[in-house]
């Protein structure tokens, strides 16, 4: 426990980011002394720095305060950070960081993540097919949920696979504007709960087909008495990650689908194809058989579609351009 009045981060202060940087100084002796601790001002400098990203997320996930954060918030981190693009040495940089200042804070080291694990092994261009590409799995996926009383997570998988979201765009986007927006623009423009805030400033228009129809009814029939998206009056979207969805992984894997995100890799691949003429690069071995021309063009409305701003990113989805 921290040296603090707050009751808050351990007792290290009221923020994260301060009691990140206290921790960080009880640890390392403040970093600036003379002798053999004097090394450890720039480790302790890098530290914050790359903590300050976990913070952010945090933040996004509904969390302020160090000691409400659960291994699974560190495990759906260390996935964004492996989708993020970043060089596999920083990526695992930023998952030790968020180790060592954990430990620091809490005293030992019962949450943490393996950076290797997380990303070490990752080229970020996926090579395994995803599940979920043949939709008979995520009907058996969603049946399932609905039957163990989980519809708003089969609300969430039905989105993520027919309109390529995140969990969190379908937990929170507005559902009665995507109505509206799909019967008279056939599309819907998907802003709230984007990454990095990107809905405020790219529209992100996605055809609406039959089957992604259903699926926003689906999500309609799911949401709360009162609400405009998936979640209940005062509840937080991290409350509905920790409660509902969690439970619905289980679901999901009988199903044949490792985890949620793969759903937007099954969009992505089956987009790419109507897109291009031609099937995904991980559906054929890695092997690109649509012409270059008709690949980039793919890529390019795929990477507006799934919400990022680089093109290279779409490669963890449906594989890399091989010639």
Request: with cysteine; hydrophobic share 35%.
């Amino acid at each position: 426990m921290g040296l603090y009045t707050s009751s808050r981060n351990f007792g290290f202060g009221k923020s994260m980011g301060f009691a990140a940087s206290n921790a960080l100084e009880s640890r390392y002796g403040g970093g600036n002394y003379e002798g053999s601790q004097a090394g450890h001002y720039n480790t302790v400098a890098a530290h914050k720095e790359r903590f300050d990203k976990f913070i952010d997320f945090a933040k996004s996930e509904g969390i302020s305060d160090a000691q409400k954060i659960t291994q699974d918030t560190l495990d759906k981190y260390a996935e964004q950070v492996a989708d993020s693009g970043y060089s596999i040495a920083y990526a695992q940089n930023l998952i030790s960081s968020v180790n060592v200042v954990l430990s620091a804070l809490r005293g030992n080291n019962a949450l943490k993540v393996s950076p290797s694990e997380a990303v070490g092994q990752r080229s970020h261009i996926r090579t395994d097919i995803p599940g979920g590409i043949d939709r008979a799995e995520v009907k058996i996926a969603c049946d399932r949920m609905a039957a163990a009383g989980l519809n708003r997570a089969a609300a969430v998988t039905g989105l993520a696979r027919e309109f390529g979201m995140r969990g969190k765009e379908a937990c929170i986007g507005d559902l009665n504007r995507w109505i509206k927006e799909a019967a008279t623009q056939q599309a819907i423009n998907i802003t709230e709960g984007t990454k990095g805030g990107r809905g405020r400033e790219v529209d992100r228009w996605v055809p609406v087909t039959a089957t992604g129809l259903e699926a926003l009814h689906r999500a309609l029939d799911a949401s709360p008495s009162g609400s405009r998206n998936l979640l209940a009056a005062g509840e937080k979207y991290i409350q509905f990650v920790d409660g509902e969805l969690n439970r619905a992984r289980t679901h999901l894997k009988a199903a044949g689908i490792d985890k949620y995100h793969d759903l937007r890799s099954a969009y992505a691949c089956e987009r790419y194809e109507q897109l291009s003429g031609s099937p995904a690069p991980v559906l054929t071995g890695s092997v690109m058989t649509a012409n270059r021309d008709s690949d980039w063009a793919a890529r390019e409305i795929l990477t507006n579609a799934l919400g990022h701003g680089r093109i290279d990113v779409v490669a963890s989805y449906i594989g890399g351009r091989s010639r």
